[in-house]
């Protein structure tokens, strides 16, 4: 394409809004919580920013400024430094659209819930009357009325991979809505895009805040928030929560995907990308550390309402078993109760044993649940219990559309955009090639919503990004590194901002940054020959789920 005709942001915010609204994700919301109660709570915000400055900043700023300086998407940009690098970039787009197929279907079921919020009780707060209506449906009774409907009424899940059926048509419907949004996002490139993310990259930011000042009136959100800032150091002593910090940044941040450099390509050749790739970045984390405050809040609700209802249900068991009067035992007075009559009545106890509970609300806080079990049903949960339960649906599901249509908006840009530079696609109209490719993606996608759909939704999302991503990146860094060289690479800046980079970036990106890229990598590999065959969690309606998801699920080879 003629370098002339090539669309620009209207403004340099613009572009700020489209990489924010792109890195601002979905695992903003349930990957870093999940991190952050896995290792040690405030203890993991440690390795966590000095990965981002030792690894996020610095390759968030090298894709950036490949993408300004050649003002092409990620083939030609590549093919542009070297000609046999244009694979590189053939690898960013393939990657792209591994994540295009499976990434919409969550915008899918975002879709669902919205859609199912709007009723008088909300359909996950009870199970649904059985056929005969002699009561609840059993499927639903071993497991929580949450549960039964993420798993049953949303993905109507198979018992493996190999149990297939037919496509579930309200899923389907969904996901055609999905993907008829993100064709219209970015019907027109970057002129129509650059107008969408001013409310993409925003509003979630409007109603974390609104879930905020709600999460801390919560009954027990306190519990939940000291747990996030108390820190365990004995993790920093532990290589899992270094690896699983650099992971995170790195995929939080977007890197390898091309969109990055799709979005730069469309600024004027003098941006200020340096200062940009700094604010993005940091904005990035802050939002993770901001989503972590509400979600530790409402974990905190949910644990605190759990182990109540668990201390309730003791101080019942107890009243009734030694026909103690109704106010004789408090919620507070539980455990001692316990104590006496354990002491005083050993053999009437002893029948009683095993029907008590362990009541521990530091053991409810410690259950980690992240990505769809954190997203659909962990705060599914806590939502039900909210007063005005409805509105508090509504708004989190709506923020959960934004974030993951931001996303896409990144997603199909790197496809789209290199694509473009082609001589044959480039007499094509945006309309026409950006809706061919949304379609592909479409149909290919439905399969996403079969029974056994989930679990190819898991494969994709456990492997179809994560060892070429490493890999694309390691090849990105080194590539400029050593063979453009540093000193031309550093001309190049200076030709667009009047200066060369700092000493900080030059050993970010020739020492630093491929080191730990190769580590990580090495770790991958070894984790991965060490766990043996590959499993997946499977669906088992016979088996009780409480008081996990994950106490339904078996692993299948």
């Known amino acids: 394409m003629d370098k002339g005709a090539r669309p620009n942001w209207d403004n340099p915010m613009q572009f700020v809004l489209a990489c924010v609204s792109y890195a601002v994700g979905l695992g903003n919301v349930w990957r870093f919580p999940y991190l952050c109660q896995l290792h040690g709570g405030g203890g993991f915000l440690i390795p966590y920013l000095i990965m981002l400055f030792l690894e996020g900043v610095p390759l968030f700023y090298l894709e950036l400024a490949i993408g300004q300086k050649m003002s092409l998407g990620s083939i030609g940009a590549w093919t542009a430094i070297s000609p046999y690098l244009g694979g590189v970039g053939l690898a960013s787009v393939v990657t792209s659209l591994y994540l295009c197929l499976y990434y919409n279907i969550i915008n899918a079921w975002s879709f669902w819930y919205l859609f199912h919020s709007f009723q008088s009780v909300l359909p996950w707060a009870d199970c649904p009357i059985n056929s005969n209506r002699t009561g609840p449906i059993e499927e639903c009774e071993r497991a929580t009325p949450t549960q039964y409907f993420f798993y049953r009424e949303t993905l109507d899940i198979s018992s493996s991979i190999e149990v297939n059926g037919g496509i579930h048509t309200g899923q389907a419907?969904?996901?055609?809505?999905?993907?008829?949004?993100?064709?219209?996002?970015?019907?027109?490139?970057?002129?129509?895009?650059?107008?969408?993310?001013?409310?993409?990259?925003?509003?979630?930011?409007?109603?974390?805040?609104?879930?905020?000042?709600?999460?801390?009136?919560?009954?027990?959100?306190?519990?939940?928030?000291?747990?996030?800032?108390?820190?365990?150091?004995?993790?920093?002593?532990?290589?899992?929560?270094?690896?699983?910090?650099?992971?995170?940044?790195f995929f939080s941040l977007g890197l390898g995907f091309g969109s990055l450099i799709a979005f730069a390509s469309y600024n004027q050749y003098n941006n200020n990308f340096e200062r940009q790739a700094i604010i993005v970045s940091l904005i990035?984390?802050?939002?993770?550390?901001?989503?972590?405050?509400?979600?530790?809040?409402?974990?905190?609700?949910?644990?605190?309402v759990n182990y109540e209802n668990c201390l309730e249900r003791t101080r019942l068991l107890l009243l009734n078993a030694f026909s103690l009067a109704e106010d004789s035992i408090t919620m507070d007075t539980v455990f001692d109760w316990i104590e006496k009559l354990n002491t005083t009545y050993p053999q009437q106890f002893a029948e009683i044993a095993d029907k008590l509970e362990n009541c521990d609300l530091e053991s409810e806080l410690d259950t980690a649940v992240e990505g769809t079990g954190l997203a659909f049903i962990v705060y599914s949960e806590a939502i039900m219990n909210m007063p005005l339960s409805q509105l508090w649906s509504v708004l989190y599901f709506i923020m959960l559309l934004l974030l993951g249509m931001g996303s896409m908006l990144g997603n199909v840009t790197a496809i789209v955009t290199p694509l473009r530079d082609f001589k044959i696609t480039s007499r094509m109209s945006n309309e026409l090639l950006n809706g061919l490719v949304c379609l592909f993606c479409l149909l290919l996608g439905l399969g996403f919503t079969t029974p056994s759909g989930n679990y190819w939704f898991t494969m994709f999302n456990d492997y179809g990004a994560t060892f070429s991503l490493l890999f694309i990146v390691l090849i990105e860094v080194i590539t400029v590194s050593y063979i453009y060289g540093i000193k031309r690479f550093e001309k190049d800046i200076e030709d667009m901002l009047g200066h060369r980079p700092n000493w900080y970036w030059k050993i970010m990106w020739s020492v630093t940054s491929p080191v730990l890229l190769i580590a990580l990598f090495i770790f991958y590999i070894i984790n991965y020959i060490k766990g043996g065959t590959p499993t997946y969690q499977a669906w088992n309606k016979e088996l009780p789920c409480m008081p996990m998801p994950s106490h339904c699920l078996h692993h299948v080879s």
């Open 173 to 249: 419907l969904c996901l055609v809505l999905a993907w008829l949004i993100t064709y219209l996002f970015i019907v027109r490139g970057v002129k129509s895009t650059g107008k969408v993310v001013y409310f993409t990259a925003t509003f979630p930011y409007v109603v974390l805040f609104i879930y905020l000042i709600r999460g801390m009136t919560l009954h027990g959100a306190i519990n939940g928030v000291k747990y996030m800032f108390t820190p365990k150091m004995e993790q920093l002593a532990n290589p899992t929560t270094w690896i699983n910090a650099a992971t995170q940044i």
């Open 284 to 304: 990035n984390s802050g939002t993770s550390i901001f989503a972590s405050i509400v979600t530790f809040a409402i974990y905190g609700f949910k644990a605190t």
